[in-house]
């Protein structure tokens, strides 16, 4: 693309999420418009969304039903006081997204995106502890390598090295553990790592004293790990071990949410139920900031009590549950329910993952990995050493723009998830784009 002046001296005005501007400006993006699977720029180029913006456009961009949903909205109310009342389609909301969620995860606070339901989610799990006769009960254990959020709780809980060491120190309270993939080159087995991963829990809460621990925060497939996939006896495992010790398993779903893994949430795929579920992302299909927390039923109950026992959830945000958000949410659940997208990314996926491990042909793809219609792909360097292989990555990110294709690379593995509107002609042009993107980028890299 070429820039305008206006939009050189705007971008230094602005900032692209995580993005140095000096170099956005040599290689930008701006994006006008969108429709289904695609993106085009302002000069008009078609880009294939293969991650829906980012693990957002679950049902594509501009989806009718949900068009229709906010125009209808729109004309009815398109905000609550929150402090006073709730919409009637908020609580449809509510009621819905109840109803999909597994065990008694039915009581439900909207929010308005991935990093306000995972803060939420801390807080909640704190307050909980301290009203059922723990009030010692304060810190959070989860994982290096995966992210919750930009905010200083859920930022405090990520593990991802230099995104957060630039605000240190952390809020006190946040102890981090490694995944199970983490040394998964030093034991036999998938099946050995995830044992070893989930020991090393307990002993973390067995060492910090359980009367201090309050949760333990895992994302069920981690983006920001590299799509990592653990085993699914790891789930069983790390819930055996919150009921021995009386912590609260949270999983944040932001990402493998409705429908994606291939059930409506991870939890599901992986047979275990948390106590609470954060939602967000693919929650509006990018149609709105839509977030949500999904707690036990039980769990709640401990937030009811007279005017004076101060037991209410102590917690809000300005635009949490509002109608519009809501009147999306709701359009977006009921479309996966009637087309059966779960079932659909169980076979889309498995087919786009057939494809990817075709990737193998070139030698530097170690793994393809993941769930449903959430996909990555790790580069190496050989297959002997396994060692990561940066320098592709950077140059694939180069060659999949130029080709038109939009995924996210991080450098040494690549992240697929297309919009669960997608067919298997879509899939095949979406794998042709990725070998020939990977193909050049490997002889930028080894002429
Ligand atoms: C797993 C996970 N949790 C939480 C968040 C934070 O969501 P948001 O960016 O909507 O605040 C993200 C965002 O990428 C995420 O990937």
């Known amino acids: 693309m070429k820039l305008t002046s206006r939009q050189e001296r705007l971008l230094k ?33 078609r880009y294939f969304d293969a991650i829906g913006g980012v693990f957002v456009a679950l049902l594509g961009h501009r989806h009718p039903r949900i068009m229709e949903a906010m125009r209808k909205q729109m004309e009815q109310m398109t905000f609550t ?30 929010f308005s995106g991935g990093s306000e339901s995972t803060e939420s989610a801390l807080k909640f799990t704190r307050q909980y502890h301290r009203q059922t006769g723990h009030p010692g009960k304060y810190k959070f254990i989860s994982f290096y390598t995966a992210y919750h959020g930009a905010t200083f709780g859920a930022m405090s809980a990520s593990g991802t090295g230099k995104r957060k060491t630039k605000f240190e120190p952390q809020m006190p309270g946040f102890i981090k553990a490694f995944p199970p993939h983490w040394y998964r080159d030093m034991f036999p087995s998938p099946a050995d790592a995830t044992r070893h991963a989930a020991r090393m829990v307990e002993d973390l809460i067995i060492n910090e004293d359980p009367e201090t621990v309050a949760g333990l925060l895992v994302e069920p497939i981690s983006n920001t790990g590299g799509i990592a996939t653990p085993a699914a006896d790891y789930f069983t495992l790390l819930r055996q071990i919150c009921d021995r010790h009386n912590v609260t398993l949270i999983f944040d779903e932001v990402i493998t949410g409705y429908a994606r893994t291939g ?38 109950g401990a937030f009811l009590g007279s ?35 779960c ?70 593995w690549f992240a697929v998830a297309p919009a669960l509107i997608a067919e298997p002609a879509d899939i095949d042009e979406l794998y042709g784009l990725i070998e020939k993107s990977l193909r050049e980028a490997l002889a930028e890299v080894r002429p």
């Open 13 to 45: 005005l602005t900032f692209i999420d995580y993005t140095q501007m000096e170099d956005f400006v040599k290689a930008p993006l701006i994006l006008n418009k969108a429709e289904g699977l695609y993106y085009w720029d302002a000069d008009g180029r």
């Open 81 to 110: 006081p929150p402090l006073h009342a709730i919409s009637d389609i908020a609580l449809d909301f509510v009621e819905k997204l109840g109803s999909i969620t597994p065990g008694s995860l039915d009581y439900v606070k909207p």
């Open 263 to 300: 059930q409506m949430f991870a939890a599901q795929t992986f047979g275990t139920t948390p106590d609470i579920i954060c939602a967000g992302k693919g929650l509006s299909s990018g149609a709105i900031p839509l977030g949500a927390m999904m707690a036990r039923a039980e769990m709640a």
């Open 307 to 341: 005017t004076h026992s101060e037991s209410q959830f102590a917690h809000g945000h300005t635009f949490a549950g509002n109608p519009l958000g809501a009147a999306v949410g709701l359009a977006v659940i009921e479309e996966i329910l009637e087309k059966n997208l």
């Open 343 to 412: 079932e659909k990314a169980r076979t889309l996926g498995a087919l786009l993952a057939n494809k990817l491990e075709g990737l193998k042909k070139f030698g530097v793809v170690r793994e393809v990995r993941g769930k449903g219609m959430l996909l990555g792909v790790e580069l190496v360097k050989d297959l002997t050493s396994n060692e990561p292989f940066d320098a592709l990555g950077m140059a694939l990110k180069k060659t999949a723009l130029a080709n038109g294709l939009i995924m996210r690379i991080n450098p040494n």
